[in-house]
């Protein structure tokens, strides 16, 4: 009966979530991308994801430790969740020297220059591929086929257009999309993912596998991914009932490029995203916007990355505005 | 069984462990000595009415709570007062107790001490009310606020529905689904008592679907009461909580600030409602309570009947002893029950439960970064954010943590058994509530 008790503020009881249990969640639920990318693009791809997620990895663990004299804290998974999804937003054909830039860039600049887990405004991998678009622009846009040597470690193999890429070159020369719609993939293949692009924004099939395990572990909620693409539908579909020749049907615009990647995994995104119910509403469909109008009047093919950066920097106002409502407010009382 | 309720935003659902669901009540023997605290409840302690010397029986009045708000101690056993002193509450502060040394257990005469069931209420409304007072009953739920002066009705609120909590929401606790199995018709007939004194024509149970018994036990004796309607209500927590349980049955919101009676109700306890049944109809006023003594390692852990006043070492040793691996003991549930500073905290009339953790249950883990997840936000089910509070709290921005409307929270601790960051969010807001509480006070002087 003699023994010291402990006493703190209540509760007593902790719920088993962590961070490291979320982080991994995320790990698990990019399995299914990561199995598509490898069938599609083979053993390169599998590089690539090893290369970038090792990447975030080491300069995660070298800041921490040499630069910010902290415990490391790269078992938490964050850093290979960024290194994963780096490697799932760029072209197979990337060369590993630069996928390593791009990790450096993500966790050294993106994430640890502002403090850190928790505290980076842009998500990091789309910091990083935005950086490596405009530093590495010949690999990054060099889009190679599937179906080829699966086991090749090597970089040099047959490419072709985007979907979205065809989209904008008939764009860009003022063909209706008639001409090139026999070369267009069938809705199959983009659901499938048999077709170029980035690593893991091709399988939709993937993505939504992946989608359904974060649903489940209620690591995303539902309201993201489904409002950004419907937005990306609604706006692409609006354009495609007005003039069918000129622009490609809203089911073409949710499964192609990256926009199922990045209403699932990067929207998502717990750190960069608004904080309210409301507010990730918001933000769901001002990146479904900002995709619509870059993939229909932008310059380049897809928008999905800037989208999301731009409503990355709007997250703070969102939440400023947009509050959860108060129980009782607004109620006859 | 009426319809699956429950509150619409936030919530969480911890393990339930109500290890003691089976156990039925049994009656604790009075401990040698009692600590009797004077202020039991919330409000103005209770003044002394006895003398170190005097002797007193089961259910004397030994302390007369003069205030508005503070209620009547009656002595919970029969001896003579050693002394008038100070003893420890389950917050660890001093406070005036009467000591009571143990001799036989003789109580007063009036008190009707068969189990004689008494359904006739013969009371009429205002002595109702004027009893309970008497009687020192206070919501038996963990809040312990006197119960007769809910009963007070401001000129011009207009109250329409009785409430009554079954729901014990609380992981561990089984104390209230333990009363509702075992005396299911004394409840009701509270029930109806207190639906008489508030003269409303609906009484309304909610219990958690975690009871099923207990949902069946109440609502079968219902039936003989037209005035009172048992609903099922969704395992959640804080489904017990008195603005959710309100909004999940009644859809109605009470705002921050503001109490039940302003959206025509009022709240009560089923063990309050028992407590009422028994003064009423019995003579007996509150002198004993149904405890919860539980945890994973306690042998014989189970529902015991205590007299108030008894030692948490007393009624550990009956349920088998003080296990070697204990590092917590918990007043209420784990949730929102406070760790005791040491055994010699006394049972009173809210004390639910008495919960043993081990160390590792015991043991909080690392704080890390916020990483803006917002579960706590999503969990909170007054709609607050707790991620932000805890951050205005930690720089000591009292004003904006007043304009985010720190003082609604209810310290459900949804927020901080939620968050994967270990954060301690609900400590810096209750910091943040006593804080802005004072500089209120001292912009009103």
Redo the contacts between chains.
């Keep these: 009966m003699s023994q010291t008790l402990i006493v703190s503020s209540s509760p007593h009881a902790k719920g088993d979530l962590t961070v490291a249990r979320i982080m991994w969640g995320v790990v698990i639920a990019l399995v299914p991308v990561f199995v598509a990318s490898a069938l599609v693009f083979g053993a390169r791809a599998i590089m690539a994801v090893l290369v970038t997620s090792a990447a975030c990895v080491v300069t995660e663990y070298v800041i921490q430790r040499y630069f910010l004299k902290q415990r490391a804290t790269v078992s938490d998974g964050s850093a290979v969740v960024t290194g994963m999804l780096l490697a799932f937003n760029v072209s197979v054909a990337v060369p590993m020297w630069q996928l390593v830039v791009g990790s450096i860039v993500a966790i050294g600049v993106a994430k640890m220059a502002f403090g850190g887990l928790g505290a980076n405004p842009f998500n990091p991998a789309l910091i990083g591929r935005a950086f490596m678009t405009v530093s590495f622009p010949v690999h990054m846009n060099t889009w190679p086929l599937p179906q080829q040597t699966l086991l090749s470690l090597g970089a040099d193999r047959v490419t072709g257009a985007t979907a979205l890429g065809q989209i904008a070159d008939a764009k860009a020369l003022g063909e209706p999309l008639t001409t090139i719609a026999a070369e267009l993939p069938s809705y199959w293949q983009l659901f499938l993912g048999t077709v170029g692009g980035s690593m893991g924004e091709i399988s939709a099939l993937a993505v939504l596998i992946g989608g359904a395990y974060m649903l489940y572990r209620q690591l995303i909620s539902w309201e993201t991914p489904v409002i950004f693409l419907g937005t990306l539908a609604v706006i692409t579909g609006t354009f495609w009932v007005i003039d069918p020749t000129a622009y490609a049907d809203p089911l073409f615009h949710v499964l192609a490029g990256g926009a199922m990647l990045g209403a699932w995994f990067m929207a998502t995104d717990m750190t960069t995203s608004p904080m309210s119910r409301n507010g990730k509403i918001v933000f769901a469909v001002g990146c479904g916007f900002i995709t619509a109008v870059i993939r229909l009047f932008g310059g380049f093919p897809e928008g999905v990355t800037y989208a999301i950066l731009i409503m990355n920097a709007f997250v703070p106002i969102i939440d400023n505005k947009l509050r959860p409502r108060r129980f009782g407010k607004g109620a006859a009382a | 069984m009426g319809v699956v309720k429950t509150f619409p ?1 936030g919530g ?1 659902h ?2 339930e462990n109500k290890l003691t669901a089976d156990s039925a009540i049994q009656v604790l023997d009075p401990p040698s000595e009692v600590a009797i605290l004077l202020g039991q409840h919330i409000g103005a302690p209770a003044e002394p009415l006895v003398q170190k010397g005097d002797t007193v029986k089961v259910g004397t009045l030994i302390g007369e709570g003069k205030a508005f708000i503070s209620a009547n101690v009656h002595s919970s056993v029969s001896g003579t007062v050693k002394r008038i002193d100070q003893a420890l509450d389950a917050a ?1 502060f001093r406070k005036p107790a009467v000591i009571i040394s143990v001799e036989g257990d003789e109580w007063e005469e009036h008190i009707d001490r068969s189990s004689t069931l008494v359904t006739e209420i013969t009371t009429p409304p205002e002595d109702i009310v004027r009893r309970i007072k008497t009687a020192g009953i206070v919501g038996m739920g963990g809040a312990a606020f006197p119960t007769n002066v809910k009963y007070m009705v401001p000129e011009g609120k207009h109250i329409d529905t009785l409430l009554i909590n079954g729901v014990e929401c609380e ?1 561990f606790l089984t104390a209230d689904h333990r009363l509702m199995l075992e005396h299911p018709q004394e409840i009701l007939v509270g029930i109806e008592i207190l639906r008489r004194a508030l003269q409303v024509d609906r009484a309304v149970v909610g219990i958690e679907l975690n009871k099923p018994d207990a949902i069946e036990e109440m609502t079968r004796h219902a039936e003989q009461f037209s005035n009172i309607e048992v609903y099922g209500l969704k395992v959640q927590y804080p489904q017990g909580a008195e ?1 959710q349980l309100i ?1 999940a049955i009644l859809d ?5 600030g ?1 109490l039940p009676l ?2 025509g109700c009022v709240v009560n306890n089923i063990g309050t409602a028992l407590a009422a049944y028994h003064q009423i109809q019995k003579n007996r006023p509150l002198i004993d309570r149904v405890v919860t003594v539980t945890g994973t390692s306690l042998p014989n852990r189970g529902n015991f009947l205590v007299r108030i006043g008894t030692p948490f ?1 007393h009624t550990i040793e009956a349920a088998g002893g ?1 296990p ?1 691996d ?5 007043a209420g549930g ?10 010699s905290v006394t049972v009173t009339k809210g004390t639910s439960g008495i ?1 043993l ?1 081990d160390k590792k ?5 690392e704080t ?8 706590c ?2 969990v ?6 707790p ?2 509070l805890e951050k205005l709290a930690r720089v000591e921005y009292w004003e904006q943590a007043d304009e ?2 720190v003082l ?1 929270c209810i ?1 459900c ?1 949804s927020c ?7 954060r ?1 969010l ?2 810096y807001i ?1 910091v943040g509530k006593v804080k802005v509480h004072e500089m209120r006070r001292a912009s009103a002087s």
């Design positions: 935003m969480v911890p393990p660890g992981p603005k909004k109605r919101e009470v705002p921050g503001k302003d959206v070492s003080m070697q204990v590092a917590k003991v918990i784990p949730m929102m029950g406070k760790a005791v500073p040491d055994l919960l953790l249950a015991a043991q909080r883990h890390v970064a916020c990483i803006r997840c917002s579960k936000v999503t909170c089910p007054i709609g607050l954010e991620y932000l985010h409307d609604d310290e601790g901080s058994y939620i968050c994967p960051s270990n301690p609900l400590d209750k």
